[in-house]
C-alpha cells in the first residue's frame, strides 16, 4: 500500500506512477471496448479490485499483471529492470561465473 503523504515532488514518487498505470489501464480498456465487469470476466481479477484500481490506485502486482495479460499488455511489464549493458567482454565472463545463492543445506 502506497503512503498518503506526498513527499516527492516529481512524477516519479509511488503515488504518482501508480495513478498514471491506474489512468493507461482504463484507457486500454475502454479502447477495447470492455467494461469493468467485462475485463473482470476475461482477468480473474474480482471486479472490486479492478475497480479499487481505477479509483484508488491500489493493486496487488499479482492482479495487475493478470490485468496485462487480459489486455495483452504483457511486453510492457518484460522491459522492466532490463540487465545493465556489458561494458567489457569481461563483464560477460564475470556474469558466467557467478554462482547462485541457494536457502539451504546440501545433504552428503
Not at 470476466?41 to 495487475?64: D, P, Q
Not at 547462485?100 to 552428503?108: A, F, H, L
Amino acid at each position: 500500500m502506497l503512503p498518503d503523504k506526498d513527499y516527492f515532488l516529481d512524477a516519479y514518487n509511488p503515488k504518482a506512477i501508480a495513478l498514471d498505470l491506474a489512468g493507461k489501464l482504463r484507457l486500454r480498456r475502454l479502447a477495447a471496448n470492455l467494461s469493468q465487469q467485462a475485463l473482470s470476466a476475461r482477468s480473474g481479477v474480482s471486479l472490486g479490485t479492478l475497480k479499487r484500481f481505477e479509483t484508488n490506485n491500489e493493486i496487488s502486482l499479482k492482479h495487475l499483471l493478470m490485468l496485462a495479460v487480459a489486455l495483452q499488455a504483457t511486453d510492457e511489464f518484460m522491459a522492466l529492470f532490463p540487465k545493465p549493458p556489458y561494458e567489457h567482454l569481461d563483464d560477460l565472463v564475470k556474469e558466467q561465473n557467478v554462482k547462485i545463492r541457494r536457502r539451504g543445506r546440501n545433504k552428503i
